[in-house]
């Protein structure tokens, strides 16, 4: 007699679930940062107007990465998009995945953007569903049945 395993609860998440969860965080983390650059603007003032972009792209990077690898490796395993989405981000066994490795998911996902296409016909006609920086990664999203 064969013992049968329980059906998973969750499968791979489809592109438009992404895009929806990616464009929900983007507007929460604009929202942060507006927050966070008006609360500094009179330290912004004494910055020379031509190095005020580098300044931003800098605090928009740490940003980032600390808000996406910070979320996707907690107990939570995805952002506040991610989650109003039912959707996360674990390993290929489904658990949770490290901060190192949600680190390095990405830094290769900013890294490989120039090959977004690639990654959604990846996403779009793959099995498990998986971007290209996933794939590299050894991560998935996934969204509850």
């Given at each position: 007699?064969?013992?049968?395993?329980?059906?998973?609860?969750?499968?791979?998440?489809?592109?438009?679930?992404?895009?929806?969860?990616?464009?929900?965080?983007?507007?929460?983390?604009?929202?942060?940062?507006?927050l966070f650059l008006a609360m500094?603007?009179?330290?912004?003032?004494?910055?020379?107007?031509?190095?005020?972009?580098?300044?931003?792209?800098?605090?928009?990077?740490?940003?980032?990465?600390?808000?996406?690898?910070?979320?996707?490796?907690?107990?939570?395993m995805g952002t506040p998009g991610?989650?109003?989405?039912?959707?996360?981000?674990?390993?290929?066994?489904?658990?949770?995945?490290?901060?190192?490795?949600?680190?390095?998911?990405?830094?290769?996902?900013?890294?490989?953007?120039?090959?977004?296409?690639?990654?959604?016909?990846?996403?779009?006609?793959?099995?498990?569903?998986?971007?290209?920086?996933?794939?590299?990664?050894?991560?998935?999203v996934l969204l509850r049945r």
């Amino acid at each position: 007699m064969t013992q049968e395993r329980p059906e998973s609860p969750w499968v791979p998440a489809s592109l438009l679930r992404r895009a929806l969860a990616s464009g929900l965080d983007l507007i929460l983390l604009g929202l942060l940062l507006f927050l966070f650059l008006a609360m500094i603007q009179a330290f912004l003032s004494a910055v020379p107007m031509e190095r005020r972009g580098f300044l931003f792209l800098g605090i928009l990077s740490f940003a980032g990465l600390c808000y996406f690898p910070g979320m996707e490796s907690s107990a939570t395993m995805g952002t506040p998009g991610k989650r109003v989405c039912g959707i996360r981000v674990a390993d290929l066994s489904g658990s949770r995945i490290s901060a190192p490795r949600a680190v390095a998911r990405n830094l290769l996902k900013a890294v490989l953007l120039f090959l977004l296409p690639v990654s959604i016909v990846m996403i779009w006609k793959g099995a498990r569903k998986q971007s290209l920086h996933d794939r590299l990664a050894g991560t998935q999203v996934l969204l509850r049945r």
